[in-house]
């Protein structure tokens, strides 16, 4: 608790300087969603919204109710993130890649597990949705989750509060897993979500690097700090730029872009952040509007993603599709893509997506697919509030007063996107 008192007295002081700073926002253009509009001085987020973080420091210089339960919540988990190890590939102790090279990324996929009619159990067989707990032992996936969660969550309470002992860590984290020569990852993915009796290499695998994509944006708002250096940024762009050559010209890459289901919507995010990470406008802006013929095959004119409905946990899937889908679309606004009011010619879009979503949200007995476990609520809180604040209207804000309550107050997106009507 010392700790977490230490940290929120840092907040006002921190917030009003930068407010100071900042001096009004600037005027949206006409028709233009809320703070859709950039400083000259504001971070170049790839996801994240720089405006939307000033409105938000403003509002905690101001003790905004609005925003201080999630800030509260923010900071506990930012000190959190101080006290946990860092983390790296080369951590692994019992299990290597099929290289034999610690550097090489190694996980296995998550719904496979021993076949009971084998002696040894090979090959694995799948059981969709049940996560076999190998999976997460001595192994990366679990590791890099933590990468990108941690030092989003370091990077983030350090914008908003000031504390450079966040970014600090946030740095020495990112350092470790991709500059540091005795810890850096090899900039490929060709041993990730492995199964056991089959030597295969999986394009699948590819959607474990999703973290990079907070990871990015965590960098962005770490270089206001002297914890992040010139040389730190140009090796961070160099990694970036070759771990974005190999997802474009290797056959596992190849093999995720073509993915129809939420596989190749995040592919899609992830090559997307690379490219603007990188300055690649044209890339990312080729990417993004690659996702409008994804939006008319995946959604249908009612809302549904029948791929997704497949599956055991087909509402997790079906929001986790749209959360990919709603980042390229915050990433279009920074290359003139608007995938946030796309209707494609068979009649889906992501507006129908989300409606389909907030139906069943307070009520998921109702949803007319499989889910075997609980639906996971801050996700759909992220979700309805990433919505309404590109579209500037409380579309949702019905559907998240039925959600618990202190969920939806001490949410992160309630930081992210402050004018969004349920967080007021």
């Known amino acids: 608790m010392r700790g977490l008192a230490i940290s929120l007295a840092l907040v006002t002081t921190a917030a009003c300087a930068g407010a100071r700073a900042a001096g009004p926002p600037a005027a949206p253009a006409a028709g233009a969603s809320p703070a859709a509009v950039p400083r000259a001085d504001a971070p170049r987020l790839v996801v994240l919204r720089a405006e939307a973080l000033a409105e938000t420091r403003r509002r905690i210089a101001a003790g905004d109710p609005s925003v201080m339960p999630a800030l509260r919540k923010l900071v506990q988990d930012a000190d959190k993130a101080l006290r946990a190890p860092l983390v790296a590939v080369t951590d692994k102790r019992t299990l290597l890649a099929p290289s034999n090279d610690p550097h090489d990324y190694f996980s296995l996929s998550p719904y496979w597990w021993p076949d009971t009619t084998k002696a040894d159990g090979l090959p694995y067989v799948r059981r969709d949705g049940v996560t076999n707990p190998e999976s997460k032992r001595d192994l990366d996936q679990p590791r890099v989750a933590a990468l990108g969660s941690n030092t989003l969550t370091l990077a983030l309470a350090y914008h908003l509060t000031g504390n450079e002992a966040y970014a600090r860590r946030a740095a020495e984290q990112v350092r470790r897993w991709f500059l540091d020569p005795a810890t850096r990852m090899t900039p490929h993915l060709r041993f990730a979500q492995l199964v056991r009796g089959n030597p295969a290499e999986r394009g699948s695998g590819i959607i474990d690097t999703r973290w990079f994509i907070e990871t990015v944006d965590a960098v962005a708002l770490l270089r206001g700090s002297g914890a992040w250096t010139a040389e730190d940024q140009r090796g961070m762009e160099q990694w970036c730029a070759a771990y974005a050559t190999w997802l474009r010209t290797s056959p596992n890459g190849a093999h995720e872009q073509k993915a129809r289901n939420n596989h190749g919507s995040w592919f899609a995010a992830q090559t997307a952040a690379l490219a603007l990470f990188a300055g690649d406008t044209a890339g990312a802006r080729a990417i993004i509007e690659g996702a409008r013929p994804r939006i008319g095959w995946q959604i249908t004119p009612a809302g549904d ?25 915050e990433m279009g606004r920074h290359v003139g893509v608007d995938l946030w009011r796309y209707q494609a010619p068979e009649g889906g879009s992501l507006r129908r997506a ?14 007319p697919g499989r889910q075997i476990d609980a639906v996971e609520l801050d996700a759909l809180v992220h979700t309805f509030r990433r919505a309404q604040y590109a579209w500037g209207e409380p579309v949702y804000a ?27």
């Open 398 to 424: 019905d559907v998240l007063r039925r959600l618990p309550e202190p969920v939806v107050r001490t949410d992160r997106s309630a930081l992210l996107y402050p004018d969004a009507p349920a967080a007021r």
């Open 305 to 329: 993603q029948p791929i997704e409905l497949e599956r055991t946990r087909s509402y997790h899937y079906s929001n986790f599709n749209v959360e990919a889908l709603t980042r390229l679309a």
């Open 354 to 367: 989300i409606d389909h979503l907030a139906k069943h949200a307070a009520t998921p007995a109702t949803w």
